[in-house]
């Protein structure tokens, strides 16, 4: 990606994020107000405005902006069905990999009810208005990644939790189980350093599969 395109992309994600957190807090902002809130000129944000809108990702009523949550999953859920790629087989975490795989193609049966969950969206739109803050999220693609780092750890610590998970983190849990993709990384790191015993530990995601379907 070239510099201008990167800065393009934030510019484009600020508006976005900004207009994400003024909606949950005011209501939907007019472009005076993203002026006001963000480092740009009155052009740049009406000119971001118009290609989201054009997108899809914004709507706009009476000159007022609201994010389409809608299509912000719909992009979501193709950027995460990358994610339901069968692993390659693996010597050393060879039943991990089979239950993960077995894992991604239950949840890919049931993906569309979990992209219905309402707990989902708000981690979604909670990293995208985290992104505000953040210089190295400067893209779209990259407030999924984020998206994604968060989801895992809201299942991880539901699972670590001495509690039963209750019924709404469900979709989140059986989503968080299939993005773990590094036990074909970590086995080549405990074969390049003969640390097969120390490195043969379950991944995170095996125990999130566990509380999300009483196992893979």
């Known amino acids: 990606m070239r510099l201008t395109e990167a800065r393009e992309g934030k510019t484009r994600t600020q508006v976005l ?27 740049a944000v009406s000119q971001n405005c118009s290609r989201l809108v054009e997108e899809s ?21 193709e950027h995460f069905e990358e994610y339901l790629r069968r692993a ?24 569309t009810e979990y992209f219905e969950a ?13 992104s505000l803050g953040k210089n190295n999220i400067q893209t779209l693609r990259e407030v999924f990644l984020y998206t994604d ?14 509690t039963d ?4 983190l469900k979709p989140i849990l059986k989503l968080a189980a299939c993005l773990d993709a590094t036990p074909d990384l970590v086995e080549e790191l405990a074969n390049r350093h003969d640390l097969h015993a120390e490195l043969a530990g379950q991944s995170p995601a095996t125990e999130i599969a566990k509380h999300a379907y009483g196992g893979a």
């Open 149 to 162: 780092d968060v989801l895992y750890h809201v299942a991880y610590r539901a699972v670590s939790a001495e």
């Open 88 to 111: 390659p087989q693996s010597e050393l975490y060879e039943q991990e990999v089979s239950d993960t795989n077995e894992t991604r193609t239950r949840t890919k049966r049931s993906a």
């Open 17 to 43: 994020a900004a207009i994400a957190d003024l909606q949950r807090n005011d209501g939907p902002p007019i472009q005076k107000d993203l002026v006001e809130k963000l480092p740009m000129t009155k052009g």
């Open 57 to 77: 990702l914004l709507r706009e009523h009476d000159g007022r902006y609201r994010v389409d949550t809608g299509r912000l999953l719909d992009d979501y859920r």
């Open 165 to 168: 998970v209750p019924a709404e």
């Open 118 to 130: 309402d707990l989902l969206e708000d981690i979604l739109l909670t990293s995208l208005v985290s």
